[in-house]
């Protein structure tokens, strides 16, 4: 779909970055991306998707504002607490973009909508917290072929990878069972989620406007105490349940 | 030999120290090495990078320089002068 000229002159300086132009500008009005909870990552990849003119936007996210959301869910804020977050949500993004097209579900992904939710969308960034929930959206991503952005952190690190269904290892290769260590509430501060929801926003961005060159198959590492980056290489893993040899043949994905 | 770990996330948080230089009598697999990590550093770290039968936990991400590798295949052998990373699962909120 072409640009107004209103659009034209929001998205300017975007529109002059080599290799993306008024195509990549018109590709991202005519995308939609689901953000699997508003949270500290979540808010700052819906915010910067917004800001960039992303045509639809689906938004899940269950349950109120509270005291320590506050620290990093920067679409929350302090006068609208124990109020929805997804309303919250949906009212900071219009002030941005009232253009944007958005659609606020008040509730977690889970095995039981994931499919319903995925199918809305082109592409999904994940930004939950639980485990099971990540898992059920990324069968859903391999299932329906759909590329999936992992946003993920911990204390002052950060780690981000984006699968692409067929091409990169999936989360299932990564991670083939439910970490048993892992507690849904962690340190963290919200300059370390606000650079993981960033970096998860550029890499929807280039997927979405086939820009640059996508995470896939890397794993980049940030540690925030002393700067350092790594990109590491991940390995497909054969034998996993949700996209490996066994899996096709079963017709899983 | 002497190979460098470093640990990232939860296992750094169980070990309190981000890397360290290991000291090995002979050469050994990246899995032997987890468990000779576990027997220096005890407990948390045991819990977080083994399961209950003293195999590494499958959710563990294990990288020899920038290259990951599956804990459970033998055949990943370190030598001297290597780095191996092992990193725990992290998510959103």
């Given at each position: 779909m072409s640009l107004t000229d209103e659009e034209r002159a929001v998205y300017e300086w975007q529109i002059w970055v080599p290799g993306f132009g008024e195509t990549g500008q018109e590709k991202l009005k005519d995308s939609s991306?689901?953000?699997?909870?508003?949270?500290?990552?979540g808010s700052v990849v819906a915010?910067?998707?917004?800001a960039a003119g992303i045509g639809r936007l689906v938004l899940a996210h269950a349950g109120n504002i509270k005291p320590s959301d506050l620290n990093r869910q920067l679409l929350m804020t302090h006068a609208g607490l124990g109020q929805p977050r997804v309303t919250s949500a949906e009212r900071r993004l219009r002030e941005l973009n009232p253009r944007l097209e958005i659609l606020p579900v008040g509730e977690n992904l889970s095995e039981e909508n994931a499919a319903q939710l995925v199918g809305e969308v082109d592409l999904v960034v994940d930004c939950a917290p639980r485990f099971p929930?990540?898992?059920a959206m990324n069968r859903q991503c391999v299932r329906q072929g759909k590329p999936l952005i992992e946003c993920a952190m911990y204390d002052m690190e950060a780690q981000i990878t984006t699968i692409l269904p067929g091409?990169?290892?999936?989360?299932?290769?990564?991670?083939?069972?439910d970490p048993p260590a892992w507690k849904r509430e962690f340190p963290v501060f919200g300059a370390v989620s606000g650079t993981v929801g960033c970096l998860g926003a550029m890499e929807a961005i280039k997927v979405l406007s086939g820009l640059g060159e996508p995470l896939a198959g890397t794993l980049l590492t940030c540690d925030l105490r002393n700067m350092t980056f790594h990109r590491r290489r991940l390995l497909r893993q054969p034998d996993c349940d949700i996209c490996g040899d066994a899996a096709n043949d079963r017709g899983v994905s | 030999?002497?190979?460098?770990?470093?640990?990232?996330?939860?296992?750094r948080q169980a070990t309190g120290i981000s890397r360290e230089e290991v000291t090995l009598a002979e050469p050994c697999s990246a899995a032997e090495l987890v468990r000779e990590l576990v027997a220096r550093h005890g407990e948390p770290l045991?819990?977080?990078?083994?399961?209950?039968?003293?195999?590494?936990?499958r959710s563990i991400?294990?990288?020899l320089g920038e290259d990951q590798v599956r804990l459970d295949d033998a055949s990943v052998?370190?030598?001297?002068?290597?780095?191996?990373?092992?990193?725990?699962?992290?998510s959103g909120g």
């Open positions: 991306v689901l953000v699997s909870r508003v949270g500290g990552l915010y910067e998707l917004a929930e990540r898992f091409q990169s290892p999936c989360l299932g290769c990564l991670y083939p069972e | 030999m002497q190979v460098t770990v470093e640990y990232a996330a939860q296992v045991g819990s977080v990078l083994l399961n209950s039968e003293g195999q590494p936990q991400l294990a990288f052998q370190l030598a001297d002068g290597d780095t191996l990373t092992l990193l725990s699962p992290v």
